[in-house]
Nanobody, 121 residues
Framework: QVQFVESGGGLVQPGGSLRLSCAAS????????MGWYRQAPGKQRELVAS?????????TYADSVKGRFTISRDNAKNTLYLQMNSLKPEDTAVYYC?????????????WGQGTLVTVSS
């Protein structure tokens, strides 16, 4: 089992930037593809970015964040990152990380508490 602790969220103006971090427990972090998900009020949780197993793993992005968000990982620190630039009000959501099933794109473990990102002027 792996547990996740997300951090780095906050209130930011449109056009601003934030960097989210996800600390994973255990020593098996490096064995899993990882993803950042988000859930906006009244909406289902969605996958916004994913990264393969290696430190330079293959990355994918939802169309809504492509060109603005960058996912990365540091396997030595068991940490996943999401650099978010040019933020828009529609990016407002609770952001979560989780290990990712390559086959289904679904999350593999229990969710952490997430970190709230609010984009507003």
């Amino acid at each position: 089992q792996v547990q996740f602790v997300e951090s780095g969220g906050g209130l930011v103006q449109p056009g601003g930037s934030l960097r989210l971090s996800c600390a994973a427990s255990g020593s098996i972090f490096r064995l899993y593809a990882m993803g950042w998900y988000r859930q906006a009020p009244g909406k289902q949780r969605e996958l916004v970015a994913s990264i393969g197993i290696g430190s330079n793993g293959f990355t994918t992005y939802a169309d809504s964040v492509k060109g603005r968000f960058t996912i990365s990982r540091d396997n030595a620190k068991n940490t996943l990152y999401l650099q978010m630039n040019s933020l828009k009000p529609e990016d407002t959501a609770v952001y979560y990380c989780n290990a990712l099933s390559i086959a289904t794109r679904g999350a593999l473990f229990a969710w952490g508490q997430g970190t709230l990102v609010t984009v507003s002027s």
